[in-house]
């Protein structure tokens, strides 16, 4: 996923940029920037104090990418989080409907006598 490049992006500092990615875990999902304004989402695959690499998050396979820190502007860890409105509907839906089976259940077992 990359976007048009930005004029006037410089890389961050490597050094603090490691120190940054050494805490991630392997396997997390980034964000990554690059100088030119490049962007990159995907999963965190190998990091060392001169590159890291990632495997891109795309509909049609890529191979992984190795980035040197020395082009990295900024690196941001994608969460998980969904949509929360989605979740809380979904919850609500689901409990409505097992509250009106136990009711038609009951209706049917009461109706029958």
Known sequence: MSTA???????????????????LPVGSRVRVGMTGGDRISGTLMKRDDREIVIQPRTRIP???????????????????????????????????????????VLAALFSGS
């Open 5 to 23: 490049p930005v004029a006037g992006l410089q890389p961050a500092d490597p050094t603090l940029i490691a120190a940054y990615v050494a805490q």
């Open 62 to 104: 890529e191979p992984p990418r190795q980035i040197a820190l020395d082009r990295v502007v900024s690196v941001e860890l994608e969460t998980a989080n969904g949509n929360v409105g989605k979740a809380l509907g979904a919850g609500f839906a689901g409990g409505v409907l097992g509250t009106l089976s136990v009711f038609l």
